[in-house]
Nanobody, 120 residues
Framework: QVQLVESGGGLVQAGDSLRLSCAAS????????MGWFRQALGKEREFVAR??????SYADSVKGRFTISRDDTRRTVYLHMNSLKPEDTAVYYC???????????????WGQGSQVTVSS
């Protein structure tokens, strides 16, 4: 079993930056693909970014603005968000799985979610 705890959300203005953290306990962290997803009010959950031990990719909507990174020693994955826009407002979830996937149901473990609100 893997437990994921997120931190770092909050209220920011458009153009600001924010960093989300997701700390893992249990399991072999380095063997997991780590993903970030988000769900805006009234919308379906969507893929944001993913990272294996050696590769990462992003949704087109965040490419060039968001960066995913991981520190296997600290068992933590990060989502660095720059140039935030009001449309980035959502609850952000980190997830762990074994498949390098953009599909949320491919991930077995989920954090509790962290609210990010971007005002215009």
């Amino acid at each position: 079993q893997v437990q994921l705890v997120e931190s770092g959300g909050g209220l920011v203005q458009a153009g600001d930056s924010l960093r989300l953290s997701c700390a893992a306990s249990g399991g072999t962290f380095s063997s997991y693909v780590m993903g970030w997803f988000r769900q805006a009010l009234g919308k379906e959950r969507e893929f944001v970014a993913r990272m294996s031990r050696s590769a990462g990719s992003y949704a087109d909507s965040v490419k060039g603005r968001f960066t995913i990174s991981r520190d296997d020693t600290r068992r933590t994955v990060y989502l660095h968000m720059n140039s935030l826009k009001p449309e980035d407002t959502a609850v952000y979830y980190c997830a762990a799985g074994l498949d390098y996937s953009v599909i949320d149901r491919s991930y077995s473990y989920w954090g509790q979610g962290s609210q990010v609100t971007v005002s215009s």
